[in-house]
């Protein structure tokens, strides 16, 4: 089937950004006298509400220190931590190829909206790129439903959510395309729980960028 739009997750779907927020992450902690969390915990909270990361890598986290660490973290993810993006290996070619098959192309992220900006921007693929939605203050984010409501379906007039395809690499993804009614694929080149993902029965899945244009044959 066709899609005329298509919807991908920022990181780990299109964005190698792991190294950048394991960083970002192990800076927060030490600067809060905490062990730093490993490696495989920073890349399964990838992809959450920035609160919840900091509340699941240190459960016993007070609610109202967590602005502080945020603060912290943004700090650090901002002087370095971007540095270290990258695109996943085949993204650009994919987002090309969709581009020409006359294809509308946006992200949504639960990234806060200028951050998401500047990393596409960096990463120079902002011309593939027709919308650009990430995390708002006061605003739903993924997996809530209001988030496409609020951040995205105004930018489709005349397009029903069964003909967008949501591409990413987590449950968050997944759940939140299922919430919209849009169709899912599983990215399962990026961090999410391969299990836990195909548990939620997405409609595609696709092991690297390059596949998912056969999506569209």
Not at 24 to 34: D, I, K, N, S
Not at 173 to 184: S, T
Request: charged fraction near 25%; proline fraction near 8%; glycine fraction near 10%.
């Amino acid at each position: 089937m066709s899609y005329p739009f298509v919807l991908f997750d920022f990181d780990g779907t299109l964005c190698d950004s792991a190294e950048g927020i394991i960083q970002g992450m192990t800076l927060t902690f030490a600067a809060q006298g905490r062990p730093r969390p490993s490696d495989d915990a920073v890349r399964g909270v990838i992809g959450l509400r920035i609160e919840e990361c900091f509340l699941r890598l240190c459960p016993d986290l007070a609610p109202e220190d967590i602005p502080a660490w945020i603060a912290i973290y943004r700090e650090e993810y901002l002087r370095r931590g971007h540095l270290l993006n990258r695109l996943f290996p085949g993204v650009e070619e994919t987002l090309a190829g969709l581009k020409r098959r006359g294809v509308i192309v946006g992200v949504a992220s639960n990234k806060g909206q200028p951050g998401l900006e500047r990393a596409v921007e960096n990463l120079g693929i902002g011309d593939y790129c027709d919308l650009l939605a990430g995390a708002r203050t006061d605003l739903p984010r993924k997996p809530d439903p209001g988030f496409y409501r609020s951040c995205i379906a105004p930018s489709l007039p005349g397009i029903a959510p069964d003909q967008v395809l949501m591409v990413g690499d987590t449950s968050t993804d997944l759940r939140f395309a299922a919430n919209v009614g849009m169709p899912a694929c599983y990215a399962a080149w990026g961090y999410g729980n391969r299990e836990e993902c195909l548990a939620l029965r997405p409609r595609y899945v696709s092991e690297s960028p390059a596949l998912l244009a056969g999506i569209w044959k």
